[in-house]
C-alpha cells in the first residue's frame, strides 16, 4: 500500500499542479487580453481626439478672421492643444483634453458675439466637423471606460488580484469629464 499510496500522491499532485497552472495560465491571459482591450480603446480615443486637434487650427483661424478682439481665448485654445500634443500618459492626456475641451466651450461662446461669422460657410463646415467629432469622442470615450472598468474588475476581483499584483497589472484609468464640464458655459451678448 506504500507505493501506492505514494502514486496515489503524486497523482493527486500532478492533478493540483495542473488545475494550479491552468488558473494561472487562464487568468493572466485574461489580463493580457483585457489589458489589450483597454490599449485598444484609448487608440481609439486618441484617433478622435488627434481629428479634433487637426480641425482646431482652421476653426481658429476661420474665427480670427471675425473676432480679431478676442485674443485670450484663441491662446488659450492654442496652449491647450499644445498640452494636448505633449501629454505622455493617459493621465496627463486626459487633464490636457479636458483642458481643450474647457477652451473650445469658451471659443464657441466667443463665436455668439458675431452673427455674421456663424453663416460663414467655411465656419458652419469647420463647426459641423467639429460637432460630429466630438460626439466621435464621446462614443470612444464611453466605449474606453466600459473596457477600463471590466479590466479593473478582474484586476480586483479574488483570486485573480493575487496574480494581478504578481504579474504588474494595475487598475486602469478612467476618461472622467472635469468640474468645468458640468457647467454649462454663458452666453451673453
Known amino acids: 500500500m506504500g507505493k501506492k499510496g505514494l502514486l496515489i500522491g503524486l497523482g493527486a499532485l500532478l492533478v493540483i499542479a495542473i488545475l494550479l497552472y491552468s488558473f494561472v495560465k487562464g ?3 485574461n489580463f493580457v487580453s483585457l489589458d489589450e482591450a483597454v490599449k485598444s480603446a484609448w487608440g481609439q480615443v486618441e484617433n478622435q481626439l488627434q481629428r ?3 480641425l482646431i487650427p482652421n476653426l481658429v483661424e476661420t ?3 471675425y473676432a480679431k478682439q ?3 481665448v484663441f491662446i488659450e485654445v492654442t496652449n491647450a492643444r499644445a ?3 505633449g501629454a505622455g500618459t493617459i493621465p496627463e492626456k486626459i487633464q490636457a483634453n479636458n ?3 474647457s477652451a473650445l466651450s469658451r471659443l464657441l461662446v466667443v463665436v455668439e458675439n458675431y452673427p455674421e461669422l456663424k ?3 467655411n465656419f458652419m463646415k ?3 466637423e467639429l460637432a460630429g467629432t466630438e460626439n466621435r469622442i464621446s462614443v470612444e470615450r464611453r466605449r474606453y471606460n466600459e473596457t477600463v472598468q471590466k479590466y479593473n474588475v478582474a484586476v480586483r476581483s479574488f483570486p485573480a488580484n493575487l496574480l494581478a499584483g504578481i504579474f504588474g497589472f494595475k487598475q486602469g484609468t478612467f476618461f472622467e469629464a472635469p468640474e468645468a464640464a458640468k457647467t454649462a458655459p454663458q452666453v451673453k451678448f
Open 27 to 29: 487568468t493572466y491571459n
Open 52 to 54: 479634433r486637434a487637426d
Open 63 to 65: 474665427v480670427k478672421g
Open 70 to 72: 478676442e485674443r485670450e
Open 83 to 85: 498640452k494636448v500634443g
Open 99 to 101: 483642458e481643450l475641451t
Open 119 to 121: 453663416s460663414n460657410q
Open 126 to 128: 469647420l463647426q459641423d
